[in-house]
């Protein structure tokens, strides 16, 4: 999908677009790459956040798929900021 951002600023135009990503995992669609689609003044995005499949994820203890997780839970020190005090599901929630 990231690489499509182009592509899709150029069909919608000028065009007020609803745009849902339905991404396949959690990678594909880091914010700094499909920012550009946020940044016009009518444009609505919609990402389906599969929450359970990213939570169980984030329990792992493999340090890649900590760090694949990063993109899309505000950086590499993710882990850092999830509060200790609730279910570890509910702070990955929160960030």
Known sequence: FEDAVDIIRSFVGASFPLIFIDPTGWKGYPFDKIRPLFARAKCEVLINFMYDF??????????????????????????????????????????
């Open 54 to 95: 990213i939570n169980r994820f984030a329990y792992s203890p493999d340090p890649e798929t900590i760090e694949s997780l990063a993109p899309i839970l505000g950086g590499p020190d993710w882990p850092n900021r999830l509060d200790r005090n609730i279910p570890r599901g509910l702070a990955v929630e929160k960030l």
